[in-house]
């Protein structure tokens, strides 16, 4: 990888670049049949009262894109795939899912660091391929998060039952002082919430090695029972689980029934090109955390997954029974590890940390519906009002409309609500799957621009290591997983009476595929009432406040060359020493 200060160098001098210092805005006006991009000085992020501040320092980053994706898809979600595929089948497809998140991360990281934009992916998207995507792929991702942000705090009153029961404490009581929690780090200012999620996340690392650890531990004997498991339950009952239909054919669906589960479980990594509007130094600090995600995904997943095979069978009677249980720690696999080993204390303990699991996701999800709908706003893509931020840099009117949002929280005081609210969660893994195909779509676009304009491969300070080739396989694989997302509601279950039974739900088809079609009438509502086309690579902006961007880099990096003599501050010697080195 190149050196930001070079690939500084050699964007400021090229042939295209701007010498303007503010961003643009870009309009679009029908010339020869065709729409051009059109620029005006007027940039809502050069006005003070509309403008992020750059308070997330490297080892912040580095964690929050660590910690982004562990929550309860890894801890909790994990069970129903194993009990529902079996060991190999889970392995297989967290692995494949592994490889296509780290596509999109390795795609959004190219963009990134060419252009740190405040209004993060959906910028990339207005850019280099059609102002309706970034519509579309902005608000389908906001809808996203006010969904998952209330369901996070609701989760978290569940896992709070593990200890007071519903019969002794109203759930609404937990969930109003969580409420407030989050809202409270968020609107203090994006360095605290560095800070607060720096800590969450890194206690969330701490918890999955020492999980690692554990079951490492236990598949070798080390367990009170001194049973080594070892690949005992991958021949009975087996490395795959029959789904639907009997012998290969239920084998293959039961694989493809768990990759579903599998993308919700990475969904989240993608945060990082929420935060580049905020980072301090975005090209030194983005192309890290993108690196990391690989070693993420290797080790918090692939490897947890492959030691819980080993552990519980995928007919164990615990297993069946915590998959119709609450988002506590009693519905974790890992519980049900722990518990048939013998070890009586540490359900307890467990639940506690998937607490901090969640209250960490659910202020995170919180940051990224407000700084979604800021961009949003920066782009002319909705009300500007929600582009306005206090002294401290936050979008207070975008933060205030997505708390809103979190009220539906509430629906958790009430149980028969519980499954009303399961079918808005459906919707998450289609809004993140939609997100994950528009950030390939823009990707391509990028690609596609940079090489019609001429700019040199040596200009790019971080580049895919799959290249526009991988980015075209993830999209195809992403759109395969949305399609048939819902495939087994097609198919008829076989009884052990030999019977077949429709497993059609009217509900439930609804709620897994409603994403797409809001996803189109977004698009093409917007086309048609803009008249926007797509963006040609030839004319793609790749520039507009480019150089606004070298110029705050390059000030950092003096301010930090001369801080001390260029030494690490307390925090950056402890964070590199600790979790800094062992990543």
Known sequence: MLSSEGGIMSAINHHHHDDSSTERKVDYQETKGEYTAHVHDTYVDEDPGHALHRGLGSRQITMIAIGGAIGTGLIIGTGKALAQAGPAAIFISYSLVGVLCFSVMSALGEMACWLPMPSGFTGYATRFSHPSLGFTLGWNYWFKYIIVTPNNLTAASLVLQ?????TKVNPGVFI??????????????????????????????????????LCLILACGGGPDHIATGFTYWKNPGAFHEYILKGNAGRFLALWSTLTTAVFAYLGTELVGVTVGEAANPRRVIPRAIKLTFYRILLFYVILVFLLGMLVPYNDENLLDANTKSNSAAASPFVVAIANAGIKTLPGIFNGCVLIFVLSAANSDLYIASRTLYGLATEGNAPRIFAKTDRRGVPIYALALSVAFCLLAFLGVNTDSYTVFG?????????????????LISHIGFVCARKAQGVAETDIVYRSPFGVIGSYCALVFCILIAFFK?????????TADEDTVPVFDTKTFVTTYLGIPIYLVLFFGHKFYTKSQRVRAANADLYAGKDKIDREESEYLARRAARKGGHETKWERIYRLTLGWAF
């Open 176 to 213: 109003a002082v969580f409420l407030v929690t989050i809202v409270a780090v968020n609107y203090i200012g994006v360095r605290f919430f560095g800070e607060f999620e720096f800590v969450l996340s890194s206690i969330k690392v701490v918890v999955i090695l020492s999980l690692i650890l």
């Open 423 to 439: 079918y808005f969660v459906n919707l998450v893994t289609m809004f993140g799957l939609l997100t994950w195909i528009s950030i």
């Open 162 to 166: 593990y200890w007071v029961p519903r």
């Open 486 to 494: 819902g495939f087994y509601l097609f198919c008829y279950k076989i």
